[in-house]
């Protein structure tokens, strides 16, 4: 199974999940709400780094725990890649896939301000 793991600070408590080869269309109420989406990006709340790093995983499958889903989707990506980025667009993680999209559940610890967050992409492919 392929895993990566994150452990950062935002400075915003803002991630986001797009295709860093191509230009996402960002959702107009992205921050204002824990989760929310357009076709071509996710955008999702994660603990401020006042209150310390959040640890942010892209896996093919989710480890249980107590991480509840809040979105469950597809996420164009047309170079068959997706990426784990701030919002100045720099990407912390990127991994491949087996499409032009990204079938993502996303998993949080909590609704708003989540310390651990799950990003599980059932068609990742293998490095």
Known sequence: MIRVEVQLSSEYGIMFLYDSNARPV???SAGKKPVTWTQTCVAF???SYVDGDAVIT???ASEGGRCVEYFSGD?????????LC???GFAFASVPLKDSFARISLRMSEETNPDIVECVIANMATF
């Open 75 to 83: 996420v164009h990506c047309p170079s068959n890649s997706i990426a």
């Open 86 to 88: 701030d919002h100045n």
């Open 45 to 47: 709340s994660v603990l």
């Open 58 to 60: 892209l896996s093919e």
């Open 26 to 28: 960002i959702p107009a």
